[in-house]
């Protein structure tokens, strides 16, 4: 609890000695969330999280971690929200908006509610030669995982499969099979990896 306030004050002074430019604000303004957050002061956390996104409104990094954040502390409504402003902003590139709108579709469709019209519009609008692009076409149900699998060539793209084959299907057995197999591949730097530690009980 002590380093976590230290790290809070350095962030505050920080704050407000320098004109930060925007990634920085948003990379300030974030990372004090995450430790009021840790302080046991969630409301406090998600107010600091959601200002991010207001600091650096085209900072992709400031909105994916932000929307993955919130998403693995269970605040649907305000991940969705921040991914709003992110597809809003020119400058966000399509690999981020891609990426938070699987996320925030997963998690809806997690919770039993209906796809998200933004993420699926933005989802089923994606039609490019990339991995990202067949992940967004099988979100979309253009694309099966067994058609996909061709594709997953590599270790991190064989983990991103297994995950959104999890997340976006309704079959729980072979889900946490599935959620297993991520854990297994050890990309412990992964939003997928930690998600399925979540979706596994086992902490965010």
Do not use: C
């Amino acid at each position: 609890t002590e380093h976590y306030a230290q790290a809070l004050s350095t962030w505050a002074d920080l704050g407000e000695r320098l004109d930060l430019p925007p990634n920085l604000a948003g990379e300030r303004l974030v990372e004090s969330g995450k430790l009021f957050w840790a302080l046991g002061k969630p409301d406090d956390a998600v107010d600091l999280l959601a200002a991010a996104s207001d600091a650096d409104p085209d900072g992709a990094d400031t909105h994916i971690q932000t929307v993955a954040f919130l998403l693995l502390h269970d605040r649907y409504d305000r991940a969705r929200d921040v991914f709003y402003q992110a597809r809003a902003s020119d400058r966000i590139g399509d690999y981020y908006k891609v990426y938070m709108a699987l996320w925030v579709v997963a998690e809806g469709r997690r919770r039993g509610v209906a796809d998200d019209d933004q993420a699926r519009a933005y989802l089923a609008s994606r039609d490019g030669p990339l991995w990202y692009d067949d992940l967004a076409r099988l979100a979309s149900a253009r694309l099966t995982a067994a058609a996909l699998a061709a594709r997953a060539s590599t270790r991190p793209r064989q983990t991103e499969l297994a995950y959104y084959t999890a997340v976006l299907g309704d079959d729980r057995a072979a889900a946490t099979a599935l959620l297993e197999d991520v854990l297994a591949s050890d990309l412990v730097l992964f939003f997928e990896y930690d998600m399925a530690r979540h979706r596994l009980g086992r902490g965010p």
